[in-house]
């Protein structure tokens, strides 16, 4: 027995001592060309270690290399995909022979990562070449189910440090600078956490997410799920779950916050006409969804000081997006968003009609079916209660019903149609009005308070074109105003009567 365990002991000494010799033994040009090889294999790309490399097996197999570069995917030029100063990885020795993976360490150092996007091509898609895959005839993807993580891991040291995302593709580019990025994850079991902070185009940022559970997330359990991220930008955050089940479905309450909207909308490539409103805009409610759809229930939104509440999703499951979504509004006052009035030049007629085409390609882009509940509507001095509005936008055809309105005493609807499906875009104009108290609107509307009584109105038009001029001079249909009961304030009449019959 003695002699056995003096050989096991030998054994291990001399795999312990050839393990720590290797390294020096192996000429580094043998194990730098390998790992090339290797990683190029697996990534579909040229992989080149242009500095040092260095190997040790012993207490942990570690491998770090100087100068890495990743060449780009074929017609995106010369420059590579992806460069780095330094790369670290490092993999505890004695846990993989119990099926458990321990990156004890994960470090790149000065990354640089160019994403360029033609058309429906793109650079980052990596991988070996091979033929492609056949849809499974019960669903596509991974799926979330019991034993899809059938080992052990855990996460030490993973950093990104000082890291560059260059952005390009169809117009449009972005730069990511200063990426610091840590990870950590004790166990599978146990929450992933991943924080840091990025300059993007110019605005610094902050972002922090926590993962209950990695296993949970492929094996299908509910999973807490936490995503924050801050900056001068926005303030934002979710706090809720993976909900349980195959499909990666999610809940929990969001709570967003943009400071500065103008601001915003010029970071993301639309900036705002100039002005001091659509300053500050805030949401809160339950956020949901899955792969297909998301849904913001329970909301309430502010922009500046008009407060909402309501409902709102986006599916992407049909040929476009389809937007859906309910808004009430206790009071809404439009003044603050209106131009100025131009001053009256004191000139008879009617300026010509602007000749710039009007783009209708965004009824394209999505579909939509909207409504909107305002109790209270303020258009300069004109006052609307009880408006109900309800707009459809289907395949190019955008349908506006404005199914109830009350204005001084009266009530009508109105239904106006852009319709872009054809050569030349068309309009429809439907409108009613009735019992509409003449002296409170006039006054309102006009400054005048001379006439009184009840007023009904109707209009029926159809007309197309590409430009406002076109559109009002292919104008055609019916319409008509009927006043009653009409009296004109502040004339004896019976006076003036008897004047002229003397």
Not at 279 to 296: I, K, W
Not at 402 to 410: D, K, S, V, W
Request: with cysteine.
């Amino acid at each position: 027995m003695r002699r056995i365990l003096t050989g096991l002991v030998i054994v291990f000494v001399v795999i312990i001592g050839i393990a720590l010799l290797a390294p020096s033994l192996i000429p580094e040009s043998l194990y730098r060309e390998r790992a090339q090889i290797a990683a190029s294999e697996q990534l579909g790309r040229d992989i080149i270690l242009g500095g040092d490399v260095s190997l040790q097996l012993i207490p942990r197999i570690e491998i770090s290399a100087q100068s890495v570069t990743i060449a780009n995917a074929p017609g995106f030029g010369e420059e590579p995909f992806a460069q780095m100063s330094e790369m670290q990885v490092a993999v505890k020795l004695l846990p993989l022979f119990s099926r458990e993976i321990i990156v004890d360490e994960f470090v790149l150092v000065d990354p640089v990562i160019r994403l360029e996007q033609r058309g429906a091509a793109n650079n980052w898609s990596l991988g070996p070449d091979r033929e492609p895959a056949t849809a499974p005839s019960s669903g596509e993807g991974f799926v979330r189910q019991p034993g899809a993580l059938p080992f052990d891991a855990s996460l030490g040291d993973i950093r990104i440090d000082n890291g560059t995302i260059l952005y390009s593709g169809n117009g449009d580019s972005r730069r990511i600078e200063g990426l610091d990025l840590t990870m950590a994850m004790p166990g599978v079991d146990a929450p992933l956490t991943l924080e840091g902070s990025l300059t993007a185009d110019g605005q610094a940022m902050t972002f922090d997410a926590r993962l209950g559970s990695m296993r949970g997330l492929f094996e299908g359990e509910q999973t807490d799920l936490r995503l924050a991220l801050g900056g001068r930008l926005i303030d934002f955050s979710l706090d809720g779950a993976l909900r349980e089940g195959e499909d990666f479905a999610f809940d929990g309450a969001l709570d967003m916050t943009v400071p500065d909207l103008r601001a915003m909308a010029a970071f993301a490539g639309s900036p705002l006409p100039p002005g001091d409103q659509l300053d500050r805009f805030e949401a809160r409610g339950t956020l949901s969804g899955n792969a297909s759809s998301v849904a913001l229930t329970g909301a309430t939104v502010t922009l500046d000081d008009i407060t909402g509440t309501g409902r709102f999703g986006v599916a992407f499951s049909g040929a476009r997006p389809r937007i859906t979504g309910a808004l009430e509004l206790t009071e809404l006052n439009v003044n603050p968003y209106l131009p100025e009035p131009v001053p009256s030049s004191g000139n008879c007629g009617v300026p010509p009609w602007p000749e710039e085409t009007i783009d209708l390609a965004a009824l394209s882009t999505v579909d939509a079916d909207l409504g909107l509940a305002v109790g209270r509507l303020q258009f300069r001095d004109i006052i609307v209660t009880n408006a109900d509005l309800a707009v459809e936008i289907n395949n190019g055809r955008l349908e506006a019903n404005l199914t109830r309105f009350t204005l001084y005493e009266g009530s009508g609807t109105a239904r106006i149609v852009a319709n872009s499906r054809g050569n030349t875009p068309s309009y429809s104009l439907n409108a009613r009005l009735d019992t509409l108290a003449a002296l409170p609107f006039l006054e309102a509307a006009a400054g005048f308070d001379r006439l009184q009584g009840l007023g009904a109105f109707n209009i029926d038009v159809l007309t197309s074109g590409h430009t406002t001029a076109q559109i009002m001079n292919a104008i055609d249909g019916t319409g008509g105003f009927n006043f009653a009961d009409g009296s004109i304030r502040g004339v004896n009449l019976a006076q003036v009567i008897r004047t002229v019959q003397s």
